[in-house]
């Protein structure tokens, strides 16, 4: 079956990075984009960007330019989203998701990513 | 501040039906398709409705989409106690060449 498993939780300091990976498998990687959604604690969903697989185009919401990037190793099938410069206000959950039906499908499980000093 | 609009909450009995409505401008909704996505506590979203009116394999009939202009609207009959969850519309925004999510809307089932 499709499946998009992500990296397990992190904890960072104010002004570190945190790259999250979403390894993908049950169809061909390159065939649909990626993209990258967050979730603060009792907040809504936050869109971030996306990703071609294929060929590693990206395309960034304009509160994360410069500041995340998204990559992909396609020789195991896994995307990265990478968010350099942490704040606080960066702790949330954070979904990688296949673009496909005009829509997001599947999700990954989520990955926690807590920022604090 | 979410750039579709959805309401906070919505309530109704098992059984019931309950619609649920998001609404923005002509450079989101009103200039590309609209897809639902329903939240259970403590887990990812999952898509329910694409294409503004279409149910992925699996999603009950119960679950509905439909679109007018700039509103979008999701309808969910014969409601469950298992249907309580946030619900998120979500679509393409074409002046900010980003997506766009609704602030979502809470589902209780009374």
């Known amino acids: 079956q499709v499946q998009l498993v992500q990296s397990g939780a992190e904890v960072k300091k104010p002004g570190a990075s945190v790259k999250v990976s979403c390894k993908a498998s049950g169809y061909t990687f390159t065939s649909y984009d990626f993209n990258w959604v967050r979730q603060a604690t009792g907040q809504g969903l936050e869109w971030m960007g996306w990703m071609n697989p294929n060929n590693g185009n990206t395309g960034y919401a304009q509160k994360f330019q410069g500041r995340v990037t998204m990559t992909r190793n396609t020789s195991i099938s896994t995307a990265y989203m990478e968010v350099s410069s942490l704040r606080s206000e960066d702790t949330a959950v954070y979904y990688c998701a296949r673009g496909r039906l005009g829509g997001l499908d599947p999700w990954g499980q989520g990955t926690l990513v807590t920022v604090s000093s | 501040q979410s750039v579709l609009t959805q309401s906070p909450s919505v309530s109704a009995a098992p059984g019931q039906k309950v619609t649920i409505s998001c609404s923005g401008s002509?450079?989101?909704?009103?200039?590309?398709?609209v897809s639902w996505y329903q939240q259970l506590p403590g887990t990812a979203p999952k898509l329910l409705i694409y294409?503004?009116?279409k149910r992925p394999s699996g999603i009950p009939d119960r679950f509905s989409g439909s679109k007018s202009g700039t509103s979008a609207t999701l309808g969910i009959t014969g409601l469950q106690t298992g249907d309580e969850a946030d619900y998120y519309c979500?679509?393409?925004?074409?002046?900010?060449?980003?997506?766009?999510f609704g602030g979502g809307t809470k589902l209780t089932v009374l």
């Open positions: 002509s450079s989101n909704i009103g200039n590309n398709y």
């Open positions: 979500g679509t393409w925004d074409g002046s900010l060449s980003a997506g766009v």
């Open positions: 294409d503004n009116n």
